[in-house]
């Protein structure tokens, strides 16, 4: 069974102040790891796709990285805006469900002015 | 482009009682997804749809939830009857067909049970 687990659960963060969420993942051939954000009262919001080991991606002040058996989401002096919760999710390679996503919990992000 | 439409946005019912989700994908979308978020939790997989056709509905509680999308484009999630467990909010996403990577959210319906 596919499984996400991301940490820490909640992070609190002084505009400025750089830091790094972690998600941990076990599956059974990894096809795609993707990062959302999902503001309260909303829907998941597309971040980044990740498809093998070594891979990075950039969007703003967010970075993404990915090996085999996790990834980071690094924030480079976050603002007051990029507070929210920052979700994992892999999809796996065959199956049942081709497209099925697998999510973690969840980091809830606050980052302070 | 238009995003996943869903329908009502807050939805208040008693248990025992039944209630209906409507979802819009977005134009094109052959691939339908049904998420359950739980308060604190990821959303999990209820059902998937390839145009009107069902790819994968074991996580669905199929005694008392059901879907369906007889077009394929708009799709029904229906809850009957409801338990408290059920409280949660209810993702539509879509995504072009079911070998494409990305899927789009829409804003969710949030359903409380009391």
């Known amino acids: 069974e596919d499984q996400v687990t991301q940490s820490p659960e909640a992070l609190r963060l002084q505009e400025g102040e750089s830091s790094s969420l972690n998600c941990s993942y076990t599956?059974?051939?990894?096809?795609?790891l993707f990062w959302y954000r999902q503001d309260p009262g909303k829907g998941p919001e597309f971040l980044f796709t990740?498809?093998?080991a070594g891979e990075e991606k950039e969007k703003e002040r967010l970075k993404a990285t990915l090996t085999k058996k996790e990834s980071f989401l690094h924030i480079t002096a976050p603002k007051p805006e990029d507070s929210a919760t920052y979700l994992c999710a892999v999809q796996a390679r065959g199956g049942t469900s081709y497209g099925k996503l697998t999510f973690g919990q969840g980091t809830i992000l606050t980052v302070h002015p | 482009e238009a995003g996943v439409a869903q329908s009502p946005r807050y939805k208040i019912i008693e248990k025992r009682q039944s209630v209906a989700f409507w979802c819009n994908p977005i134009?094109?979308?052959?691939?339908l997804y049904w998420y359950q978020q739980i308060l604190g939790q990821g959303p999990k997989l209820l059902i998937q749809?390839?145009?009107?056709?069902?790819?994968?509905d074991s996580q669905l509680p199929k005694d008392r939830f059901s879907a369906e999308r007889l077009k394929g484009v708009d799709s029904t999630l229906k809850i009957q009857p409801a338990k408290l467990e059920d409280s949660a909010v209810y993702l539509c996403?879509?995504?072009?067909?079911?070998?494409?990577?990305?899927?789009?959210f829409g804003p969710g319906t949030r359903l409380t049970v009391t």
């Open positions: 990740l498809y093998s």
């Open positions: 599956v059974s051939g990894l096809r795609g």
């Open positions: 996403a879509s995504s072009r067909d079911f070998s494409s990577y990305e899927q789009y």
């Open positions: 749809f390839q145009n009107n056709g069902v790819v994968d």
């Open positions: 134009s094109g979308h052959a691939t």
